[in-house]
């Protein structure tokens, strides 16, 4: 399941994040890489654990957390600590998969990657490359979103960033955990939901259609989900 998540942060929310994050200490992208991705990687990284890190996550996941989208696609159960980075001057990520679990430095937190998160922080016109590119079963997938949007894909997704000829491209990325390993479940879940929603909007919360749908749609959840 590929899905864009628009609007996580307006545009006074992208400038803000930027100002926070432009002004951190960057390092080698490769701190936090396994020995497949060192081999394919060249970015730059905002320095995990860095006061600007931790400001910027945390708002991060104060957004996704308010972001109705975002939760009925993950059904996360934990987020990893949102990272950050940069490409210029030709710098990319090539073809790699990420690790199943993914460990925060220094600590004993550790999630199992249900799904991949890019969060855009660049504007798509200041940068030439650096498109996002997925390859699962809905095919090959080029991404390149506005500032402030978000894409959502399967972790176990072949994927890679094209190199950045112009400009400079910065984005966040982490992984969540969903309460739903299975991506098939959590996309007949995400329809239902969605499904839901708009007949709701048609007919009201109190119709006895949608009651009986929402009344289906937990039910499932409560079959898959892992808690």
């Keep these: 399941m590929l899905i864009a998540i628009p609007d996580v942060f307006d545009a006074a929310g992208v400038a803000a994040l930027r100002a926070l994050i432009d002004a951190g200490d960057w390092v080698d992208g490769n701190v936090t890489s396994g020995p497949q991705s060192a081999l394919a990687k060249r970015n730059a990284q905002l320095a995990e654990g860095s006061v600007a890190a931790r400001d910027a996550g945390g708002r991060v996941l104060d957004a996704l957390g308010a972001s109705p989208l975002f939760v009925a696609a993950a059904l996360p159960a934990r987020v990893f600590p949102p990272l950050f980075n940069r490409y210029a001057g030709g710098q990319a990520f090539g073809a790699h998969v ?6 925060q430095r220094g600590s ?6 249900d799904l991949s998160a890019t969060l855009f922080l660049s504007d798509p016109d200041s ?19 506005p500032a402030g949007h978000m894409i959502l894909y399967p972790a176990s997704s072949l994927h890679r960033v094209e190199p950045v000829t112009r400009g400079t491209r910065v ?7 969903s309460m739903v390993r299975d991506d ?9 939901d969605q ?4 007949l709701a909007g048609q007919l009201g919360h109190g119709n006895r259609s949608v009651i ?14 892992d808690v």
């Design 108 to 113: 004993d937190f550790r999630i199992r990657s």
């Design 127 to 145: 940068y030439d490359g650096g498109e996002l590119v997925i390859e699962d079963r809905f095919g090959v997938q080029s991404v390149k979103l």
């Design 212 to 225: 009986e749908l929402t009344g289906v749609y937990h039910n499932l959840l409560r079959r898959w989900a």
């Design 98 to 103: 990420d690790n199943a679990v993914r460990m």
């Design 184 to 192: 098939g479940a959590r996309r007949i879940l995400f329809d239902l």
């Design 195 to 198: 499904s839901v929603q708009r």
């Design 171 to 177: 984005a966040s990325f982490f992984w969540v955990q």
